[in-house]
């Protein structure tokens, strides 16, 4: 059984930080229906869901993944890169408390959990406008001792490394290769987002399935071709305040 910690979509949604798209109106009934039909399918992926009560003044609340990175040993609360969301990670230790060693990352360093991507005993930080050297050098400094390499990656064109890369299959990534340089994870096996697809690297991994967003129906074939089960979920209100399926939710084992 894992858990998922998520939080209900703001109802100050429509005032979301937005930094690559255009601001567009965000219908608050229908992201909440569809932020509820993907607690549901993370349910049916045998996750135990653990709703947090809604945030009213933090637009960007419902994207808990930028407030901590679990790892098996400890949690690690971020720092949002965005004024704007900061206070969000203190209700979200107060949930991860019952689970995890909390560690927290300290000024002047920036992180959001959207920038970090941990395959085994590789986290990968993403240099975003939102994650700076400051962050993975305070992770480096409190990982190593457990056995974890940290490394610094690019990241250009998108919001967060999470944008242009995520795990699909337990040794293989799918990559935006305009976005981030394919070639820094070493020995992991790489699928390519279909070329007219760019936002299409967002997904995420359960163990019985990929959560994935509908609208990518050529990458969606690459990866199907590659092996990997696909479950679709809905989240175009969402994506309209820059959020995928990985950032609605911290995902992680007992
Ligand atoms: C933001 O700009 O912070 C939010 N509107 C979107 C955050 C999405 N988070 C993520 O991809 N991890």
């Avoid at 720092?79 to 979200?92: F, Q």
Wanted: aromatic content about 6%; some cysteine; charged content about 25%.
């Amino acid at each position: 059984m894992l858990i998922a910690i998520t939080r209900e979509v703001s109802s100050s949604i429509a005032d979301c930080e937005l930094s690559r798209i255009e601001r567009q109106p965000i219908d608050l009934n229908t992201a909440r229906r569809q932020h509820t039909a993907y607690e549901e399918t993370l349910e049916a992926f045998r996750c135990l869901v653990h709703h947090l009560h809604e945030e009213p003044d933090l637009p960007d609340s419902v994207f808990i993944e930028d407030t901590a990175v679990v790892l098996d040993e400890l949690a690690v609360i971020t720092r949002p890169g965005a004024e704007s969301r900061r206070a969000e990670t203190e209700s979200a230790a107060e949930a991860l408390k019952p689970f995890r060693e909390l560690y927290f990352i300290e000024p002047p360093a920036l992180l959001d959990g959207g920038d970090v991507l941990v395959t085994g005993k590789n986290v990968y930080v993403g240099l975003s406008s939102r994650t700076n050297p400051e962050a993975a050098a305070q992770l480096r400094e409190k990982l190593k001792p457990l056995g974890y390499e940290v490394k610094e990656v690019m990241v250009a064109g998108c919001l967060h490394l999470k944008s242009a890369v995520t795990r699909v299959l337990p040794e293989t990534l799918l990559v935006n290769p305009q976005w981030v340089d394919p070639g820094v994870f070493k020995g992991m096996r790489i699928i390519e987002v279909a070329p007219q697809e760019p936002m299409a690297a967002n997904a995420l991994m359960l163990p019985d399935t990929v959560i994935y967003t509908g609208g990518f129906p050529r990458t969606a074939e690459k990866l199907e071709a590659e092996g990997a089960c696909l479950t679709p979920v809905d989240l175009s209100e969402l994506r309209k305040a820059e959020g995928g399926v990985t950032c609605c939710s911290l995902v992680f084992g007992r």
